[in-house]
């Protein structure tokens, strides 16, 4: 008989039983072939002390079946996520009202009205604390494989949870909703009513600093410190507790509901709503010009040349303010210049060596190796791929001139066809797409790199720049080869209306149908097929061997949950759920987008305007698939929208180019210049496109990337943190000259009497008192 939690006591301080079992944090789910002796392995280092290398964390079984794996549910103790937090630098908002370390033994600084050890910590830092613990399991000098699975080896330092889940031993791992916050989320996200700020512009100056500026940064800095590009809000019902935690914060507008996404969510999903409300309403502008113009019906603009002018300097505009923005949270969230995670990152590879920075054993890799698999491997086989991408959407514009050829020659029946070539290379993108996804994964793996970071910087590089390709190059081989400009507006129109729209249904609405519609039937129809004895034999749960262990038949030794614990049901219920990976495919849509919208302004103004109409239901989806159609997403400290931020950039850089250059092929604007020859047409906006490069070279050089305030934020708890240390070393360096009198003056210890001296403090020095009154100075 397995042993239950109602049978045996349980070392919490929630007390016994299975429903005074803290909440369930994260769950696993092992293969069912997996090796019992590995099973039990990986549950004595979650459950051991740390100094055997393990986790210090709860562990509890679901009531186990014969032939199906083992589903385990990790939780933790209220001290021991705190100690974790503490352990793994979390930084919080103090009483002073400065973001600092979380310390437990200064946790009083930590507790702010209404809040409790419940409520400290919130459910997204709860659960980075228990993936911190878990992803800290390595591998010893001696382990060197897994037990039971000797084909699986292990490297000394190596993550062992990585190790179970790439190697399949672990089929599903994934943090558990809480039901009852997620809810609480989500009733406001959806009823929500759009609104946005407006546009703040106030002059904070004193009299006597007006006259006086020491450099045009300083200018920037005196008189744009209260100017804030609008933000998109979601406005929640105001709930007291959050709001009464962050009022003091130095935020200056920090809007609460990024504050609760970020609370339940973590910091990568609350940064990109924060970056798709701002980006929205930066958009408002543009949308707004484009709308007049198509109302007014206006073309004395030659071709839109101002309107593209306007935006090629509004685009360095927006970025320059969203890296200000960007340090507004990071400063408010405690990941402002967080050091780039010094811990190498759970699957990275190498020679047990000590850290010089923390002193710990650590694995090392060299540096030398990964840049050459880089340079040397990982570079020619993108550029294989790239050339290859641009090869396809050649033959398929080949391919569309034939058929028009044919067209023309037989008549209507070549018509029929004509639409093959483009819905071919629509499957056949779709089909690199996600090939090469998986393949640029496993070149960023195999390069090996050290943190997280990196890791994360040189996977989305890889696919940013496919991406780009595929998805632009059609449209630059119809404006600079074709030179069809209708046809150009035409796509770039059905690139934001359709696409996206058909991004929408599939990524939010389409999953969620397909599953509620298939849950309401599957139970019945599989239990008629089970019934029916020419198909029962289907359903039969057969395990295969994994890896060359033989099958258990024995249940694991582990305490097992209620079966009526209404977690087990929760489990099931998310484990069917698609997992959320990250949000690369959602900045990835934005990016796409700002392509669009900027890169090909000069030919479709109202891009801008489909846009705005697209983002605010982009915010709906997204927070709806977030809530009910993926798993719940792991925690992923951030400071910035990373990479995707360069690659905004180069969008805009790009973008001055791509408009330039459909200016001067606009057979309107040659009017303009009738005596100009094409050389000196076309230097002509060659000047204007380093003009405006140069113009938004300047925007970026003085617009500081983090505001004053921030600034100072930082400054003062730098010197906050030398004051400190300078009063400890104060205290031990008194301490020290203390018992050094007393043992040069045959004194006695503090804390026992003495008739002879007694000292005395005065002055930061020491004197004592002789027998006869008299005081003595040192």
Same mark, same amino acid.
């Given at each position: ?541 057969? *395990?295969?061997? %994994?890896? $060359? &262990? ?8 582990? /305490?097992? #949950?209620? @079966? ?82 360069? *690659?905004?950039? %180069?969008? $805009? &850089? ?8 459909? /200016?001067? #092929?606009? @057979? ?87 008739? $002879? ?13 002789? @027998? ?7």
């Amino acid at each position: 008989m397995q042993p239950s939690d109602s049978e045996d006591e349980i070392d919490s301080p929630d007390g016994p039983g299975a429903s005074h079992i803290p909440a369930t944090i994260y769950v696993i789910k092992f293969h069912p072939a997996v090796a019992r002796e590995a099973i039990e392995w990986l549950i004595e280092k979650i459950e051991a002390k740390h100094k055997y290398g393990g986790a210090e964390l709860l562990v509890r079984c679901e009531p186990q079946k014969q032939g199906q794996g083992v589903t385990v549910h990790v939780s933790a103790t209220k001290i021991k996520l705190l100690e974790v937090a503490e352990s793994a630098d979390l930084q919080k908002k103090s009483s002073s009202g400065l973001i600092q370390e979380f310390s437990v033994r200064d946790l009083d600084q930590f507790l702010y009205p209404g809040l409790t050890l419940d409520t400290v910590l919130t459910p997204a830092e709860r659960e980075f604390c228990v993936r911190h613990e878990l992803d800290a399991i390595r591998a010893k000098q001696e382990e060197g494989h897994v037990p039971g699975h000797p084909n699986v080896t292990l490297y000394p330092g190596q993550s062992i949870v990585s190790v179970y889940v790439a190697e399949e031993l672990i089929t599903d791992m994934f943090p558990l909703h809480d039901r009852q916050a997620l809810e609480s989320l989500a009733s406001r996200w959806y009823k929500a009513i759009f609104q946005s700020a407006p546009f703040e512009f106030q002059f904070n100056l004193a009299v006597e600093d007006m006259p006086f500026f020491q450099s045009a940064s300083d200018f920037v800095e005196r008189v744009l410190p209260a100017f804030k590009l609008p933000t998109l809000a979601i406005p929640f019902p105001k709930r007291k507790d959050v709001c009464d935690q962050y009022a003091e914060a130095p935020g200056r507008g920090e809007s609460y509901y990024t504050e609760e996404i970020r609370s339940y969510f973590g910091e990568s999903v609350a940064m990109y709503f924060s970056f798709l409300g701002y980006y929205t309403m930066a958009l408002g502008l543009p949308a707004a010009l484009g709308l007049l113009q198509l109302v007014l019906s206006v073309d004395t603009l030659t071709e839109y040349a101002l309107f593209a002018a306007f935006n090629l300097l509004w685009v360095t505009v927006v970025l320059e303010f969203w890296k200000r923005r960007c340090a507004e949270l990071a400063y408010s969230w405690g990941t402002l210049e967080r050091p780039c995670q010094v811990e190498a990152r759970a699957n990275f590879i190498g020679s047990m060596e000590q850290n010089p920075v923390t002193g710990r054993f650590e694995p090392v890799y060299p540096m030398w190796k990964t840049r050459c698999k880089m340079y040397f491997v990982t570079c020619p086989l993108v550029g294989l791929c790239l050339l290859g991408s641009l090869w396809m959407m050649v033959m398929a514009f080949w391919a569309e001139e034939q058929l028009l050829d044919w067209k023309k020659r037989y008549g209507s029946i070549a018509g029929i066809f004509m639409h093959v070539p483009s819905a071919f290379y629509a499957a056949l993108v779709w089909l690199m797409n996600y090939y090469y996804k998986k393949l640029a994964t496993r070149m960023t793996d195999w390069e090996n790199h050290r943190t997280q970071y990196e890791y994360d910087w040189h996977r989305v590089s890889k696919l940013v720049v496919f991406e780009f390709v595929n998805n632009f190059s059609s449209l630059f081989y119809i404006a600079f080869y074709i030179q069809d400009m209708d046809m150009l507006c035409s796509q770039v129109a059905t690139m934001l209306i359709v696409t996206q729209m058909i991004n929408h249904f599939q990524e939010a609405l389409l999953p969620y149908v397909v599953k509620k519609t298939y849950n309401q039937f599957a139970d019945s129809v599989v239990t008629n097929l089970k019934k029916h004895p020419l198909t029962a034999k289907l359903f039969e749960d057969v *395990a295969k061997p %994994l890896h $060359g &262990a033989p099958l258990e038949e024995q249940p694991v030794s582990i /305490l097992v #949950l209620d @079966p009526k614990d209404p977690r087990i049901i929760q489990a099931k219920e998310e484990a069917d759920l698609d997992p959320y990976e990250d949000a690369y495919d959602d900045y990835l849509e934005m990016f796409l987008q700002f392509g669009y919208v900027f890169m090909f302004s000069s030919v479709y103004p109202m891009a801008a305007f489909w846009a705005v109409l697209n983002n605010i239901l982009e915010l709906k989806t997204d927070a709806f698939k977030l809530c009910r159609v993926y798993q719940r997403p792991r925690v992923k400290k951030v400071g910035s929208i990373g990479v995707w931020q360069g *690659a905004f950039e %180069l969008i $805009g &850089a790009v973008a001055v180019m791509t408009n330039c250059a459909l /200016l001067c #092929l606009s @057979p309107r604007l040659r009017p303009l210049a009738p005596a100009a020859s094409p050389v000196e047409w076309v230097l002509l906006f060659v000047l204007l496109e380093h003009l405006i490069l140069l113009g938004k070279m300047a925007l970026m050089w003085l617009v500081p990337d983090q505001p004053l305030w921030v600034r100072q934020a930082l400054e003062k708890i730098s010197y906050q943190s030398k004051l400190a240390l300078k009063n400890e070393r104060g205290k031990k360096t008194r301490r020290h000259l203390s018992r050094r009198f007393r043992s040069v003056h045959g004194m006695p210890r503090s804390g026992s009497r003495s008739r $002879g001296t007694t000292p005395v403090a005065q002055n930061g020095g020491l004197r004592h008192r002789t @027998p006869s009154g008299n005081y003595r100075e040192y």
